[in-house]
């Protein structure tokens, strides 16, 4: 079997470490997503999670933007 390289290494590094922040950052969506739709749907206020979903989703974006 072939030795890596460390540059492959680096490359396979990488590309884990941001298949990881993806990950992260959909599980995170999906709890954002969820409990706004509880919110919504089960303690019938439809306004509060509609702002609470954008500006969470937004704040997600900007925040793995940033960050990563």
Not at 21 to 43: E, H
């Amino acid at each position: 079997m072939a030795e890596a390289t460390q540059d492959e290494y680096r490359a396979h590094q990488d590309t884990y470490q941001a298949f990881g922040k993806l990950v992260l950052f959909m599980i995170l969506w999906l709890v954002l997503l969820l409990s706004t739709m509880a919110l919504g749907l089960v303690g019938h206020v439809p306004v509060l999670a509609l702002l609470l979903g954008i500006g969470g989703t937004l704040a997600l974006i900007i925040g793995f933007a940033v960050l990563g």
